[in-house]
């Protein structure tokens, strides 16, 4: 073990860095994705502030790099950030491996494994907080390494520092992944005790740690141009924003039951970090080193790897459906360094056992057999995260933007809109002309209030910004209202009753996200939540078109042929049946649409979605004659899947149940939801 690398590795890290990297920027988007990528493009291109608790380190560098010279105002500039970031990553774990293990090949399949690996890999192509967080994590891990060999001080210091700055990051990740570290420096305890009782530790530790926090100094600012939730001017803001309590992971339906889904899921999702052989080899990885490694060695690696997998799981309270997975997929990044670490144990096992039958040949069999095994972990991983070609997001946001009439104001709603549309018009340029406004008062600076103000505030001001404006307005998502529904976009019309309205602008659009849906081109979790909604709304439209007008071109009808092709489709197809057909339809025909739409239930359907699913199914049955057995099963199967109170099927339940007299059946529902009021 050598606290200082030798000169003939810094070749290897050279190697290894500049092989992840090149990997990293021929497999990088070019467009504008999701995530979170619309709202750092927009901060580190134009100044502001990230979302909470604000990653100052990660937007204070991205916003330097990007202004370098060489770059434009695209996208690259910050994904190839994060891409530097993740090679200098892996290489720095490549250096921790081999001062652990003094065996380049177990370096080499370790590093290289862990930057092929799904999460990380996907984190290190669009502009993140992770690779950096990992980059920073890792220097601290090797600099107390290095203590540990010495016993110098100088390295402890450093590593409070470059710590520190982790947590100028990504504080949470930093912290939970902390007590890794601590239990690593279990052979040098005696000499960290002695230090604890000293001031002069205590004082130059304490420089360290505020240098590094320093950082966070940079969030106060007065109008910034993008900010969540506007500037940071106060000690008080600042700790809103740092311990992000401005918002809150809380969702009514999760329970004990969504933690131990979760937990099955963090194992699945750890075994298919590395491919095929992940599972096996990790696991084999693991017996091995509990058996031959020093117990801090091992134990700082479980620990490690519980940090942000299931010590992190009993601290959130996501939902578990497939949006929430999505989000929270990239936070065990760093608890995948254990995983990598496993894997190479074993794999040199697997390694050394076959080439110990090749005795001529050993060396060259070994090296073939970690090529391949690598090889086999990026082919795994290649095809989810070799994303040179995902332009759809750009050119949907693109399009929709070139159908706005001159001047307009288009209000936007959620992450994705205000990312992509933020992203197009403030950054890349796009409709100068068009006024962008967030519908919550987010990110953009022509606010109308701040987004803390009550509800009742915010719908003032947007009433009296709508009533004075003559400018056009028009909504994607956001609830405007009246509006005529245009297809994609909803344009405001006001003192008239809502209407739908035919503008073929958007046409292509509308075709090419749907036969990007239908192909099953989408595979991004974030692209998929957000064209799926899209298509509940496009299916409502043409629908309602139908109904409505009764003269739907071969065109359109082709359209809403292929969107009924569709769960989301026939989901909203039922939707404006039970609410708007008037008997235009037979009971027999939307069974049937029901019917077809349960047989393909998509993996990614959101908790509402399916809980209305459920809800109009019961309402369906409800039609004459009626199936009060079927109807009670629907509306109970929605209330199960989604137990909100905005689930309309506890009133429609509880009115079945005092049709019939069934008192216990209506108490045992109040009972469930007990502020339930339905109107009589």
Same mark, same amino acid.
């Given at each position: #073990? ?38 750092? @493009? ?12 604000? +990653? ?6 991205? @916003? ?82 290095? +203590? ?8 402890? *210091? ?82 809103? /924003? ?20 979760? #937990? ?22 693991? *017996? ?33 459906? *497939? ?7 990239? /936070? ?159 344009? /405001? ?23 990007? +849906? ?22 409502? *439209?043409? #629908? ?39 008997? #235009? ?23 509402e979605s399916l809980a209305v699913f459920y809800s109009l199914y019961g309402r369906a049955h409800l039609i004459a004659p009626q199936d009060l057995y079927r109807a009670i099963a629907a509306f109970q199967r929605s209330i199960a899947i989604n137990p909100d109170p905005v689930n309309q099927s506890w009133c429609l339940l509880a009115g079945i149940y005092l049709v019939e007299d069934n008192h216990s059946g209506l108490e045992d529902l109040r009972k469930g939801f007990p502020e339930m009021a339905c109107e009589a």
């Amino acid at each position: #073990m050598n606290n200082h690398p030798r000169v003939y590795e810094f070749g290897h890290l050279v190697l290894v860095f500049a092989l992840t990297l090149c990997l990293y920027v021929a497999t990088m988007p070019v467009t504008i994705s999701l995530e979170d990528a619309g709202l750092f @493009q927009m901060v580190c291109h134009l100044g502001g502030i990230g979302h909470p608790p604000g +990653y100052p380190l990660f937007t204070a560098a991205c @916003q330097i790099f990007v202004d370098l010279p060489w770059f434009d105002d695209s996208v690259f500039a910050g994904n190839f950030l994060s891409s530097l970031f993740a090679a200098g990553g892996v290489a720095v774990f490549f250096s921790c491996c081999l001062y652990w293990s003094d065996d380049l090949s177990f370096a080499y399949i370790a590093a290289i494994a862990y930057g092929l690996s799904a999460t990380f890999w996907s984190q290190a192509i669009i502009i993140e907080v992770y690779s950096l967080a990992v980059l920073l994590f890792l220097i601290t891990w090797r600099l107390l390494l290095a +203590y540990v060999d010495c016993a110098d001080r100088r390295f402890l *210091y450093a590593a409070i520092f470059i710590s520190a700055l982790g947590l100028s990051n990504h504080w949470p990740l930093m912290v939970l992944s902390g007590p890794a570290l601590i239990v690593m420096l279990a052979p040098r305890s005696d000499e960290v005790l002695v230090l604890l009782r000293s001031p002069g530790f205590w004082l130059t530790a304490f420089a360290c740690l505020a240098l590094g926090l320093s950082p966070y100094l940079l969030l106060f600012s007065a109008d910034p141009t993008i900010a969540v939730y506007g500037e940071v001017s106060s000690p008080l803001e600042l700790l809103r /924003y740092i311990s992000r309590s401005a918002y809150s992971d809380v969702h009514v339906a999760a329970d004990g039951t969504d933690r131990l889904l979760y #937990m099955v899921w963090l194992l699945t999702e750890s075994g298919t970090q590395f491919g095929v052989l992940g599972i096996p080899l990790v696991v084999a990885g693991l *017996y091995s080193m509990i058996r031959s490694k020093p117990v801090n060695v091992w134990l700082s690696l479980l620990v490690l790897f519980l940090g942000t997998t299931f010590i992190l799981n009993l601290l959130l309270n996501f939902r578990f459906e *497939y949006f929430w997975q999505a989000i929270y997929k990239p /936070y065990p990044v760093i608890s995948y360094l254990a995983l990598a670490f496993w894997f190479a144990s074993g794999a040199s096992l697997l390694i050394n056992w076959i080439g110990g039958r090749f005795s001529r040949s050993r060396k060259s069999v070994e090296t073939t057999l970690a090529v391949l095994i690598l090889l086999g972990v990026g082919m795994a991983n290649l095809n989810v995260n070799n994303r040179s070609r995902d332009n759809w997001i750009s050119q949907y946001g693109t399009t929709l933007l070139a159908t706005l009439p001159a001047d307009s104001v288009l209000f936007v709603t959620g992450d994705v809109e205000i990312g992509v549309f933020g992203f197009l018009h403030h950054v890349a340029g796009v409709r100068p002309d068009i006024e962008l406004r967030s519908w919550d008062n987010l990110v953009f600076e022509n606010r109308l209030t701040s987004p803390f103000a009550s509800d009742a505030r915010q719908d003032e001001l947007r009433e009296a910004f709508l009533q004075g404006t003559s400018k056009p307005v028009f909504s994607i998502a956001a609830p405007l209202t009246p509006v005529a529904h245009e297809g994609i976009l909803k344009r /405001y019309t006001p003192g008239a009753p809502g209407s739908v309205k035919r503008n073929p602008a958007p046409d292509m659009l509308i075709d090419y996200l749907l036969a990007l +849906y239908l192909s099953e081109l989408i595979t991004d979790p974030h692209e998929l939540y957000y064209a799926y909604h899209r298509l509940i709304d496009l299916s409502r *439209y043409y #629908m309602r078109l139908q109904l409505i007008q009764n003269d739907l071109s071969p065109e359109e009808q082709q359209r809403l042929h292929d969107l009924q092709a569709t769960f989301p489709g026939k989901l909203a197809t039922l939707e404006t049946l039970l609410h708007f057909s008037q008997g #235009m339809y037979g009971k027999q025909e939307i069974l049937q649409i029901a019917e077809l739409a349960e047989q393909q239930i998509p993996h990614f359907v959101t908790v509402e979605s399916l809980a209305v699913f459920y809800s109009l199914y019961g309402r369906a049955h409800l039609i004459a004659p009626q199936d009060l057995y079927r109807a009670i099963a629907a509306f109970q199967r929605s209330i199960a899947i989604n137990p909100d109170p905005v689930n309309q099927s506890w009133c429609l339940l509880a009115g079945i149940y005092l049709v019939e007299d069934n008192h216990s059946g209506l108490e045992d529902l109040r009972k469930g939801f007990p502020e339930m009021a339905c109107e009589a």
